[in-house]
């Protein structure tokens, strides 16, 4: 989207300016990790940390993007929420209808002329509303859309597969097929290519970890992503089609999609910005905005349309248009009302439930079945794209009165809120609440049916808040009963359509709302006594009263009560506060992963800031031991030997592997350290250069596991864990591998295992191995190697003991007591001792490395200037 320069604040230059100089700490941090000066203190994270410093410069360019873009306000819910009606009185001015402004051409009612047809979901794109000044267009190409990048289609699609498809009917792609596909692929790459780059590929393997982590599918990709930032640059089209396809299960109808909507983007220069003549829009039937218009996807459509972008003109079918198409700029022609001279307001398209399907059966017996899963991946994914964007600065999430089919959209509403707002009440209480939750279709609750005989005023509004919060967006996510520490989500509202006659309670003039029906006024003020007697409705309502008598509000509904209290938040500062929180997030989170290798001359001070981050994790760690889940926790953190059976595979075919991923009441009171006595650690050990290399390739799958794990969404939430705790324990356990040197001891186990085997035998076993030694790391901190008197002591009955002691043998019942031993608390309160010495260790230990004292102050550099704002 262009920007006038001329509108951008000072404000908002200072903030792009930090987030310029922040994407380039990145670089800067990434280039001293790989700086072969640094190998040692690096060890096998090299790769992990490099990859991760890359993510933070591109979060650091979108931030500084969206900090010279208009504030915006996205209205965006379930399909058929009821939203239209809101997005219209929103968008147009006080009196009059909303018109739109077309370079060249009169006005148009944007209601009876752009408008779909029809009470259905109609549009598959965003509609932006905007009294903001822009650019002139072309001549006679006055429509101005947005455009999916090439990423972007490749998300879509890869969307589409993993949310509409049913994964039990989709072939897990072997290491031997992806290996062979990369081997064909590799031949064909030369100079023709173009269009991505490393860092974009990067981005799309982020996307796919990030939203499909937990996807055995994902798991088996393994290298492929390295491969696939190598190669992608230097393939044409159709190479990148056949590297892409395996993002999408190789179904040859997305792949010819792909293909379609690949070559119009090149053509047209790969723009951003678009323009085509206002036949794109007039007449409606056909109109781009309407869904319909992607039936013609796949060569049945047979209209076109010119398409111009500032590398020239093309003549393109018209459902390549649509299916392309991002955003549609409507500019107001009207003076609106007083917030557009700061914001502009966005229509997202209805979220729609997902199918899962088997695909292939779908694609083929189903003839619009590629306008259909087109159209599902890419109304989820825009939402995606504009929240990763941070172009969404607060949201009117419209909820209508029904079972929520829609399972998806809680997660999607949650990434929303922490990437606006923060992840944890403590980080959302620095900021104003800008997510509005509008219960719409409020009319509906004064129909009284045969059951509701005898019951009280306030049910059915309870159910409702049930129904609308807390049961479906509380259910797997805490910030409708804790959005800030110690209260609930407060920003609800009624809302009703006052075009959608209320005739059970209103009386008419034609169109016009009179008055409420006399014989109904006693009713309607017994259920808002109802209404407030209820708990949640001061709990989640700032004024429950006034909420409930403007959605009664004649003719309006309760619009102007959502205007008012809109406007006091559509102001850029909110916006830029909002940014700089989430600058201030990344350059933490980059200063904390760097900081490891940092040695710094105070070593009291490490131990400090060390001891306090264990404490705190330890603090977040105890909700998920009375839940009985620390045992997912530790599965969570070691690696599986499946997954490393095909990357260990890989090695032996010489291809190499990647990340892969783990999947996903007691009651009692776990002894928590403070003060323990350090223990030693397995020294080197020297290996053959092949058992190295089986080794190496098992610890730096297991450090992109642990890498990944603290910095996938999904991980904290299945888990019941912070983020910020999960990553604590990962630096820590990272941290005592470098020291461990456990590569070496790798090495060493697995020359049992170097005889004359097929591949497929040897990996397995050497998988088994490598997973054995690398999780008994997590299980007993690497402690279970030394003799109990060298192992830190732990609490127990009558006085300590060694953590992580063997039981006793017993030969007969005499051990036997009448209560039963708390095993798995005394195994809790081991590891957390082990942890908290490993913490220590890792905070006054160099790891026997002679400190470049060059390089050390380089890296300090970088950390003082992250540091500093």
Known sequence: MSVDTAMIEPAQKELAALCGQTATLAGDAARWIADEANADAVGREKDAIVREM??????????????????????????????????????????????????????????????????????????RFSALPVGPSPAGFPVRLRWLTELDVIKVLGNTFFLDGDQSKETVPSPEFIAQTIANLSTRAGQAGGGLTDEDVLDLQDYFQRQFGSSRYV??????????????????????????????????????????????????????????PLGALVPREGSILDVATLAGLGGQGKDDLEVRSPSGSRVLPRALVAALTAELRISLVDEPRSFFATTDLLDFPGARSRQKVHLAHFLSERPDALKETFLRGKVAYLFDRYVAEQELTSMLLCVRPSIQEVATLPDMIDAWISSTHGATPEARAAQANLLFLVLTWFDSHFIDKAG?????????FRNRLEASLLGYFGKAHTWPRQWTPGKAFQNCYWFRNPNFPAETIIRYDGRVEIETIAEKRGRIAELRSGFMELPEAATHFRDPGRAFDEALKLNDGGISYIIENLAKVCRLDMKLDQLRLRLGDLRREMAAKLDRYYVSLDVEQRLVERRAAAGKAFDDLEPVIQAGGFGALLRALAIDPGQLNDIIYGVLRGVGGDKPRAAASMSFRISRPDQVGAGARTGPVSGADREQLYARAAVEAWIGHLRDLASNDTAPRRLGITREALKTLSDEILTLLRRSDLEAALAEDLKALTTVELAEQSSAKIALVAALRLN?????????????????????????????????????????GTPPKPFAQMYISDWFHGFYQVVEDNAVSTSGLRVDLKQNERLGAILNTLRAA
């Open 54 to 127: 890359k993510l933070a410069a591109l979060r650091a360019r979108r931030i500084e993007k969206a900090a010279v873009r208009p504030m915006c306000v996205g209205v965006f819910g379930p399909s058929q929420a009821g939203k239209s009606y809101l997005v219209e009185v929103l968008a147009r001015p006080e009196t009059g209808p909303l018109r739109a402004a077309f370079d060249g051409s009169e006005p148009l009612d944007f209601i009876s002329q752009i408008n779909p047809i029809g009470d259905k979901e109609s549009t598959g794109l965003v509609t």
């Open 219 to 276: 798991d088996a990709l393994g290298r492929y992503w390295e491969q696939a930032r190598a190669l992608a640059p230097n393939l044409d089209l159709q190479g990148k089609s056949e590297l892409f396809a395996l993002l999408w299960g190789g179904h040859a109808q997305f792949t010819r999609l792909y293909l379609d909507l690949a070559t119009a983007i090149d053509q047209l220069g790969r723009p951003d910005e678009v323009f085509c």
């Open 452 to 460: 509701d005989v005898g019951q009280e005023g306030g049910l059915r």
């Open 776 to 816: 008994r790391l997590i299980g007993d901190l690497g402690f279970g190697q030394l003799p109990p008197p060298k192992r830190p002591k732990a609490p127990a009955e009558g006085g300590e003991h060694p953590i992580f002691d063997e039981r006793p043998i017993t030969y007969d019942a005499s051990a036997i």
